[in-house]
């Protein structure tokens, strides 16, 4: 069975940091992309970072760059976001997602992590 596995979620103070990991096991096929992306309460989902297996680049999202960090470790199929100098804006729960080669789509999904930025 497919599954992304994250950790690392928490609270933090403004202008903290956290580290979110993600896990991958059981994949079928081989990953084209993994990503990070966000759903704060009564928000749409929205995309935060990804980065390719092939090492072409990372990809993020306006308000996180500079502050967001993806990276990979491809023998582990395994995704983490450094995130620094937090915002309460970032407060959401954090998901990590897959795309595999045949379908190029994020079609595993994790379970999600709970981010929250508060003084």
């Known amino acids: 069975q497919e599954q992304l596995r994250e950790s690392g979620g928490g609270l933090a103070q403004p202008g903290g940091s956290l580290t979110l990991s993600c896990v991958g096991s059981g994949f079928t096929g081989d990953i084209y992309v993994m990503g990070w992306f966000r759903q704060a309460p009564g928000k749409e989902r929205e995309f935060v970072a990804s980065?390719?297996?092939?090492?072409?680049?990372?990809t993020y999202e306006e308000s996180v760059k500079g502050r967001f960090t993806i990276s990979m470790d491809n023998a582990r199929n395994a995704v983490y976001l450094q995130m620094i100098r937090l915002k309460p804006e970032d407060t959401a729960v954090y998901y990590c997602a897959a795309a595999t080669e045949s379908t190029r789509t994020y079609d595993i999904w994790g379970q999600g992590t709970q981010v929250t930025v508060s003084s």
């Open positions: 980065v390719s297996v092939k090492g072409t680049g990372a």
